[in-house]
């Protein structure tokens, strides 16, 4: 099993910024950020593979959103730049990720950007 723990959600104004992070409670092959908002699925936000290195991003975030990470600490950040009413939602951590999914979620932390 794997504990994720998330900080770092709040309020922000359009155009704000902030920094989630997720402390992961031992090693994972990847980690990454879910969101979900009212009455909308839970997507893919951007991810990180431990083994590659390589970094994902969805459409819609790209160019706003940057995921970091440092793998000798199990924790992963999300620096969310620009941010737009839209990003509204509740931010989940996810770790060991396949097909759109993961094996371990965290307990998730709310985003709010006002207009």
């Known amino acids: 099993q794997v504990q994720l723990v998330e900080s770092g959600g709040g309020l922000v104004q359009a155009g704000g910024s902030l920094r989630l992070s997720c402390a992961a409670s031992?090693?994972?092959?990847?980690m990454g950020w879910f969101r979900q908002a009212p009455r909308k699925e839970r997507d893919l936000v951007a991810n990180?593979?431990?083994?590659?290195?390589?970094?994902a991003y969805a459409d819609s975030v790209k160019g706003r959103f940057t995921i970091s990470g440092d793998n000798a600490k199990n924790t992963v950040y999300l620096q969310m730049n620009s941010l737009k009413p839209e990003d509204t939602a509740v931010y989940y951590c996810?770790?060991?990720?396949?097909?759109?999914?993961?094996?371990?979620w965290g307990q998730g932390t709310q985003v709010t950007v006002s207009s």
């Open positions: 990180i593979s431990w083994i590659t290195g390589i970094t």
């Open positions: 031992r090693r994972t092959f990847s």
């Open positions: 996810a770790a060991d990720l396949h097909r759109g999914s993961a094996d371990y």
